[in-house]
């Protein structure tokens, strides 16, 4: 059995339904304060919020859980600027409860939900996993201390650990089942398909002098069901022993703000409003993974393209059943 905290929410779901469709136990837990309970489609599922030990302690005691996948996070980087004690309690103490409850039950295998944004302004493009860590808003800086926690727990206590340090997650399952639907909405995709749904007027590109060939931020846009995909392999390989390690998961090949506006145009077959802006405080001008390392210790293949993300995300937009 594999618990999955915070499936609930974009990535985690995709992630339940891969491990489920790979014949794995799941029981998800969520709090259900951002996750939507329609998109958890199987298994077991338990309403509770990492704060609460007992309920930990129990949910460890009522199934034989083998290993952890922690999805369940704050993922706002600009409200982490404004409220970093929330960022701060959520992602480290509760993820401390969490991993409390795991050494208790003698559970010692976790893949952990980690960023890009541990790497701050990069220092070189494509961003290897050894690049220098400094994170620049607390968001980040969550993400990083964890995983110093995790290491330092590995050392310890021999906790195993997989962290995935995902780059620009989107699209949706393709079948049209389940899709991102955050409350707020921050994120490119859906706000370019929402605009060209008549749901928004127009789209703000942040920022148009940027030092890219267009002018426009560049990014690495990964499919969530890549995503999923390697966390059910980043699985295999703790259950099969492998030892702790970093990932970045990147497609290896970036995408300008305007590229993704215009992609959208030319799929959703719509004239999208798009207006230069102000750029976004504390936007780097481009990530894009390196991307190699996963690809050869999970033998993890991305499968999608740029047209293929938006394609599910506009099948799912048009039609989001959560
Ligand atoms: N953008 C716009 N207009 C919008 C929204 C976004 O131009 O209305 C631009 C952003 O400036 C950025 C790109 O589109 O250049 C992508 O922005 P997103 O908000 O979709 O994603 P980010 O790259 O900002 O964020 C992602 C993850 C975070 C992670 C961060 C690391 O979603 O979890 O990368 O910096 F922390």
């Known amino acids: 059995m594999i618990l999955v905290t915070g499936g609930a929410g974009y990535i985690g779901s995709h992630t339940v339904l891969s491990l489920l469709e790979a014949d794995h136990q799941v029981v998800t837990l969520d709090n259900l304060s951002y996750g939507h309970r329609q998109a958890v489609l199987d298994g077991h599922f338990v309403e509770a919020d990492l704060q609460n030990k007992e309920a930990l302690a129990r949910l460890f005691e009522s199934f034989p859980i083998e290993a952890v996948i922690h999805f369940a996070a704050f993922c706002y980087v600009g409200e982490s600027v404004t409220s970093p004690r929330k960022y701060f309690n959520n992602n480290l103490v509760n993820g401390l409860n969490l991993l409390d409850a795991m050494l208790q039950a003698g559970v010692d295998k976790i893949i952990f939900s980690s960023s890009c944004a541990v790497y701050g302004e990069p220092l070189e493009i494509p961003i290897p996993e050894p690049h220098p860590k400094n994170p620049i808003n607390p968001y980040g800086m969550s993400k990083h201390f964890f995983e110093n926690i995790l290491s330092s727990y590995n050392s310890a206590y021999g ?12 699209g949706a399952d393709p079948a049209g089942r389940i899709g991102e639907s955050h409350d707020p909405e921050t994120h490119l995709i859906p706000l370019v398909l929402q605009t060209a749904l008549g749901l928004r007027a127009e789209v703000k590109i942040y920022g148009s002098n940027y030092p890219t060939p267009d002018g426009t931020c560049i990014r690495d846009y990964v499919h969530v069901c890549d995503l999923a995909e390697a966390h059910v392999l980043a699985l295999k390989y703790l259950l099969s022993g492998g030892k702790s390690i970093f990932l970045n998961l990147g497609t290896g090949k970036g995408h300008s703000v305007r590229e ?56 799912w937009h048009q039609n989001p059943k959560f």
Do not use: M
């Open 159 to 170: 906790l195993r650990y997989v962290s995935l340090r995902y780059f620009n997650a989107a």
């Open 260 to 315: 993704v506006v215009e992609s959208c145009r030319q799929i959703c077959q719509k004239p999208i409003p798009a207006r230069d802006v102000e750029p976004r405080p504390g936007d780097p001008p481009e990530l894009v993974s390196s991307g190699g390392l996963a690809q050869q210790v999970l033998v993890w293949r991305p499968q999608y393209s740029l047209k293929e993300i938006i394609s599910s995300a506009w099948n």
